[in-house]
């Protein structure tokens, strides 16, 4: 572990009846700063880092029903296996652990509501030195993975593995990693960097009359714009053991991973090819954690110009998934060329765990009646189970509005720091413009936004919400934007407090 050194200020000597000027003076008040507790931003309170990781399969071994459609898809192939990876987090101070995490990124649409818990209980015995509370659970968010929750569709009763046995085999082998990656841990290095990759395309098509739809058409003469703004910024954490042997490494992209989302097979998306890649130039045993970024108004299928990229795809031999990989990875590879000169084994790991209160977003006469004609049309027909819940949650919402009985939404918000970097999580498809809010006023030198560590659904934008369409309407969405808005302000507050100022 570093030392800080105790530098003496040296006191100007003055001659009687005078005074040094006040800007000196200030500027030896700051220089004195600078040497006794380093420059603004820079890591305070260094220590040992140790790291772990691990990661399993969770492709189930029976026929399933997918999640992230309004259908029923049964699938009885698997193109791509489906993962979950573990990485362990620890900073130590000779034999005293200072704080801890445990990132868990999973090929799965959302972490449902139990998940989380059934991981917790799962690991409580097998590891009292962890603090449970320090560990989350994160989804790559391919609409490919299996159901996880009864009763959202209509399923067979039979031939298919059902969603409860699936989140008993999952919950299980998510447990095995956790507790792997924590006994794998040793002191190792990390470093940082941020390349560029174009995948994220903002999904939502606007028109001449100011109205929004997702996966609109951009070919009608009424259409006027892309609705919001693309982050192509890839964040990338990079991990060596003490032999500055890479093991794990961590890429956030802004986008989540459903190029084959309407697809009927198991498949983890542009995942698959951007771990194959990864491994086959740096070894076959780098672990890869896939965190998907704020990215709730995103895609990565074209909203214009498919014409040019099938051309370009076809010169270059490539599949469209190959293609968003070969993205990924040379945006990685710019990273690490950087990142790869500031290996650091002492650096500080705090880790904030909060629960955080954003007020339900408000149903209106109108959307209610809306509501309430919709459900009646699906009411008696057990195929259309998810239209019927989608609409009737809106009207148990409006009378638990009417009733005063709504209350608040509470999510469990998890902020890092780790060394120069800023880690913070949320439980929705999080527009784009609520991510791009808390990158811009973190005071860290890089921030990693990572939704869907839970499953609470989409939290659109004001402009999103004023243009309506799939993904804005208050079916889509429990917390609206000013819920976005306090989500951004504690998020904030909270990475705040990891970086004091003088």
Aim: proline share 4%; aromatic share 6%.
């Amino acid at each position: 572990m570093t030392r800080s050194i105790q530098h003496p200020i040296r006191k100007t000597v003055q001659t009687p009846g005078t005074r040094a000027p006040k800007a000196i003076l200030v500027l030896a008040a700051l220089a004195a700063w600078t040497i006794i507790f380093g420059s603004v931003g820079a890591s305070t309170s260094a220590a040992e880092i140790r790291i772990g990781a691990a990661t399993v399969d969770i492709t189930p071994s029976e026929p399933v029903a997918l999640s992230g459609q309004r259908n029923v898809r049964i699938a009885k192939k698997v193109e791509t296996p489906l993962s979950a990876t573990a990485l362990a987090l620890e900073s130590r101070d000779g034999d005293r652990s200072l704080d801890q995490a445990v990132i868990v990124s999973c090929d799965l649409v959302a972490i449902r509501p139990g998940i989380l818990d059934m991981v917790r209980n799962k690991v409580k015995e097998r590891l009292p030195d962890f603090d449970l509370t320090k560990l989350f659970l994160c989804a790559t968010h391919t609409h490919t993975a299996p159901v996880m929750v009864e009763g959202r569709y209509a399923l067979p009763e039979t031939g298919i593995m059902q969603p409860a046995q699936y989140a008993e085999f999952l919950t299980t082998q998510v447990a095995d990693a956790v507790v792997e990656s924590w006994q794998k841990r040793k002191a190792g290095k990390v470093g940082w960097g941020q390349g560029q990759a174009v995948v994220a395309q903002n999904r939502r098509a606007v028109y001449a009359n100011g109205t929004a739809a997702m996966y609109g058409a951009t070919n009608r003469p009424d259409f006027r714009a892309i609705e919001g703004y693309e982050d192509h910024n890839l964040e990338v954490l990079f991990f060596w053991d003490d032999q500055d042997q890479l093991i794990a490494t961590a890429v956030n992209v802004p986008c989540p991973s459903q190029e084959v989302g309407g697809g009927s097979t198991i498949h983890a998306d542009f995942w698959d090819p951007v771990r194959r890649m990864l491994r086959e130039r740096h070894g076959e045993h780098l672990l890869v954690l896939g965190l998907t970024g704020a990215s709730g108004d995103q895609t990565s299928r074209l909203m214009y110009g498919r014409a040019a990229d099938e051309r370009m795809r076809r010169l270059r031999g490539l599949t469209r998934l190959d293609e968003i990989a070969r993205r990924i990875v040379a945006g990685w590879e710019d990273a690490y060329d950087g990142a790869r000169h500031d290996m650091r084994s002492d650096v500080e790991l705090r880790h904030l765990v909060q629960t955080i209160e954003l007020p339900y977003r408000q149903v209106t006469e109108a959307e209610v009646a809306e509501a309430r004609r919709e459900a009646a049309k699906y009411a008696d027909d057990p195929a259309q189970t998810w239209n019927y819940r989608w609409n009737q949650g809106v009207v148990e919402r409006y009378e638990s509005q009417q009733a005063g009985t709504a209350g608040v939404s509470t999510m469990e918000l998890h902020v890092l720091r780790l060394g120069d970097v800023a880690i913070c999580t949320n439980e929705f498809e999080l527009y784009t413009d609520f991510g791009v809010q808390i990158k811009a006023r973190s005071p860290a030198v890089q921030t990693f936004v990572i939704q869907l560590t839970g499953s609470a659904g989409y939290l659109p934008s004001e402009r999103a919400v004023r243009g309506g369409g799939y993904g804005a309407v208050i079916q889509s969405s429990r917390i609206g934007p000013d819920g976005g808005q306090i989500l951004v302000d504690r998020t904030v507050e909270a990475i705040d407090t990891l970086w004091p100022k003088p």
